[in-house]
């Protein structure tokens, strides 16, 4: 045995108590119990429903504390619980993160992201509930929620767990009206957006339009191929709408989710087209005749399949996806979530917590 693996403690960040900030604690490795695998993470990607999460106020608050952050996660397989077959110990892995039951019908689907069941039994993803990757090592409740990563790096690829996949599936719903000559506006042009917009340009034909408020995001969008970029405000829709000849975006994908961005995705969707929100931004419109394209529809969307991501992984393995990462140690992980809030990455923050 070597003395990795008899360390008995590791550190973690950790979200301990309302309105405060993540810290760094020493906390026991855990033991993996039966059907249950120990990962020696590898990379932890920072998402802005972390910062969500530790904005509201208590009695919003449903995640548990104190929380080990982080719902991007990739590892190396260290130990195996007892009946744990399909893994071996150094399997390089990615997590799946939106734990369900794996017995209920969505399940059954891989659609593990609407399991019908999670609420009732009390299942939560890690990060948001379970124990997440912002530590050195990870539990991961059963084996199927690992994905195998391969040849990947690691620290280049954990964010397609869910700045990938989630713009990966809210893209798929509108794959079939993304023919020649449509139009996909992307609002939003972080973490999630600049992977969505990688995606729509490997899979459609679309004229991609990118909208953010930040003039550095804008570049980001342009380099990972929008053919426009707006800045995000009240003249962007009659922007769009020119861009488009008067007829509006096929598809619009609302990575932030706020009143102004929900209005504007609502005021540029062309007739028959989508709009689909996926920020949480937690932004109003009223839908009625009058308000929004004839055959328009709107929806929401949460995280991905277990397929999806597959998929995903599959983009990047044929080089048609590159995350832009800022690397950060996990001693530096709460000056990651700093960067976040003051809107200065470009791209998404990993923490390699075994630098
Ligand atoms: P991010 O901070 O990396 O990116 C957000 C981007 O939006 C930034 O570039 C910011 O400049 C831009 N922005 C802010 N206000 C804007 C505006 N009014 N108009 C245009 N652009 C604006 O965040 P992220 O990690 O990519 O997450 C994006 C959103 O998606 C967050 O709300 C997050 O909580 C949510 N999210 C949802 C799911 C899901 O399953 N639905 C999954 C992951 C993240
Ligand atoms: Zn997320
Ligand atoms: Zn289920």
């Known amino acids: 045995m070597t003395s990795s693996t008899m360390k008995t403690t590791m550190k973690a960040l950790q979200y301990t108590a309302i309105g405060t900030k993540p810290i760094i604690v020493e906390i026991p490795i855990p033991v993996p119990g039966p059907g249950q695998v120990l990962l020696k993470v590898t990379a ?29 996660g990739a590892g190396i397989v260290h130990t195996l619980g007892a009946g744990v077959t399909n893994v071996a110990v150094g399997d390089s892995v990615a997590v799946y993160g939106p734990w369900g039951c794996g017995r ?55 964010s397609l767990t869910d700045a990938g996949l989630t713009p990966y599936h809210a893209i798929k719903m509108s794959l079939g009206k993304l023919g020649a000559g449509s139009t996909a506006v992307v609002i939003g042009a972080g973490g999630l957006g600049h992977v969505g917009i990688q995606i729509i340009r490997a899979l459609t034909s679309a004229t991609v339009i990118a909208l953010d408020v930040s003039e550095a995001k804008l570049a980001l969008a342009k380099d990972v191929g929008a053919h426009h970029t707006l800045i995000s405000d009240g003249n962007a829709a009659a922007e ?33 087209g989508d709009v689909t929100i996926v920020g949480i931004g937690g932004g109003t419109v009223p839908f009625s005749f ?36 800022e690397t950060f ?7 990651a979530y700093e960067r976040l ?15």
């Open 329 to 335: 140690t996990l001693d530096d992980g709460p000056r």
């Open 240 to 272: 769009i709408r020119r861009l488009t000849g008067g007829l509006g975006a096929t598809a619009v994908f609302d990575f932030v989710g706020a009143q102004p961005t929900v209005e504007l995705a609502v005021a540029a969707v062309a007739v028959q």
């Open 44 to 72: 932890s990607g920072v998402c802005h429903s972390d910062e969500f999460i530790m904005s509201l106020p208590a009695e919003a608050y449903t995640f548990g504390l104190p929380l080990t952050l982080g719902h991007e």
């Open 104 to 158: 209920c019908h969505n399940c059954s689907l891989g659609n593990e992201n609407y399991c019908t069941n999670a609420a009732a039994e009390g299942i939560q993803p890690p990060g948001l509930g379970a124990p997440g990757s912002m530590a050195e090592y990870m539990l991961i409740d059963d084996a199927r929620h690992l994905v195998p990563l391969g040849d990947l790096d690691p620290v280049a690829t954990v």
């Open 290 to 325: 009058f308000t929004i394209g004839y055959e328009a529809a709107v929806r929401t969307t949460y995280w991905g399949s277990r397929a999806e991501l597959m998929e995903v992984l599959d983009m990047a393995r044929l080089g048609q996806l590159e995350v832009e990462i």
């Open 341 to 355: 809030y003051e809107g200065s990455l470009r791209g998404r923050a990993v923490i390699v917590p075994n630098a």
